[in-house]
């Protein structure tokens, strides 16, 4: 029966190159310059790493919370540039090297980077034709949220800001009418805030640029739901710029007595404190007043109405008319001015005679018509409290006494406080001026160490950086590249040796210490010795390591079957 002998084709193809591997594997492990190679390698590598970190620049932020298409934008422009850049711990700031900041903000601004987020009146630009009124409105209501939005992120504390309108409705009906409101949401920078004044600012910039839209009809929140734009209502109906106005004037006048008295005392020995009491209130008052007749100048006459009467025999007064035919025979020219004494008529001769004279004189009255418009924000009253230091004068063994002021100096810097306060007893001013000792404050900063200068710390920073990066070479030489190079590296030949072949030892004489050799010492040395001197290494090889020698010898055999 006859057997034919299969063989597995693919054992047949990858036993030789499992063969080969194994080869070269053997023959890297055995040569010494490999792990020379490979540590040198990573020493290099590992030094070049530390001077990378070394070098390193500096970053810095470029841009603080960017909105996401203006990040991606940024980003992709500085990837053309090849320009490295990082992100904040918060993901918030994009960082750049320090040294290309300044440049790189001016190059980016030129291409419009980064886009402002809010849509303006541009947006009107781009509307279709035959657009209905109502989408028309929305777009210009959104046009307009926009423009108040890019104004209020102009201003330094605010990074960025919504604003929400609705827009007056008008209607023939008063009841029917609603005003227009407004709602403006802050996202502030960090550590940043607004002041009343600001918050009073962005009100009224609002509520001037929608129609129908007062003031008191815009809320302002920022980002931590914090109302702002009830917050001026802090002492009763004053707001921040009456508030900011009397801390003006308090402050005006505080300067006004330091600086009269600065040069007498010195700037550090005298305090001065305001209290000023200002009206806000808005008055006009009229006034009518009416002054008697009095005095030497009679009053003018305003209209007059005389009637008089006669009855009597005598007929009445015939001929020219004139003073002399107008008076009547036997009576006096002016009989109104008679003297009281002067005789009465007679019943009868008044039957005969009788006379009536009536006389209605109006006379103009004085009248004096004043309006006063009282000016609002005027000073009501001022209460201001000055302390003076105690005077330093020079004393026994060159120190300074400190001594109190006399009457007369602290009367003479009462009046000259008096004068620059502008004193009013009327409008009720106080003033007191105290003399009193001040406990000195050490207030100037000792000056810093030489090892405390930034500088020196910024180069000490830079110095220790490569110093790293030395020490760690060589740390890295001593611990794994001078232990390889002692193994590895070929030994020093001896001076003198000798090999004695078939010579029995003599047990009298002292062994010399023979140096144990390798086989790799062997391969290296097989080069520059003799056949000889090899015939006597390779026997005492074999004397030391019969095994070595026979598995080299196993190998030839199995090498040439």
Known sequence: MNQTATTDPSRQSTTPQATGVGRLMARARNNPLVPLLMAGAAVVAIIIALLLWASSPEYRVLFNNLSEADGGRIISELDKRAIPYRFSEGGHSLLVPGDQV?????????????????????????????????????????????????????????????????????????????????????????????????????????SGSVPELAAADVTLVDQRGKLLSRSSKTMGDLDGTQLGYIEEVERSYQQRIENILAPIMGAQNVRAQVAAEIDFSRREETS????????????????????????????????????LSNVPPGSSPSPIEQPADAAQPSAADAAYDQRQSNKVINYEVDRNISHIKYRRGHIKRLSVAVVVNYRALPGEGGEYIQTPLSDTELDHITRLARQAMGFSEVRGDQLEVVNSLFIEQETELAPLE?????????????????LLVGLAALLLYLLLLRPLLRRYAPPQEPTGIQVTVGDEPNDEAEPEPVPEITYEQVLQKRKTQTHEQQLALLRKLAQDDPRLVAMIIRSWINKYE
Request: hydrophobic share 40%; net charge negative; aromatic share 8%.
């Open 450 to 466: 030489w090892w405390e200068s930034p500088s020196l710390q910024w180069l000490t920073l830079t110095f220790g950086r490569y």
């Open 102 to 206: 300044h440049s790189l903000r001016l190059q980016l601004a030129e291409q419009g980077l980064p886009q402002s987020s809010n849509s303006g009146f541009s947006l009107l630009d781009e509307q279709a034709f035959g657009i209905s009124q109502f989408a028309e409105q929305i777009n210009f209501q959104r046009a307009l949220e926009g423009e108040l939005a890019s104004s209020i992120e102009s201003l330094g504390p605010v990074a960025r800001a919504r604003v929400h309108l609705a827009m007056a409705k008008s209607s023939v009906f008063i009841r029917d009418q609603e005003p227009a409101k407004a709602s403006v949401v802050l996202n502030l920078h960090p550590g940043r805030f607004l002041d009343e004044g600001q918050i009073s600012a962005i009100v009224h910039m609002v």
């Open 288 to 323: 009518e007043r009416f002054s008697p007749n009095q005095g030497a100048n009679p009053a003018a006459v305003r209209s007059a109405q005389h009637s008089a009467n006669y009855q009597g025999m005598d007929e009445l007064a015939r001929g020219i008319p004139g003073a």
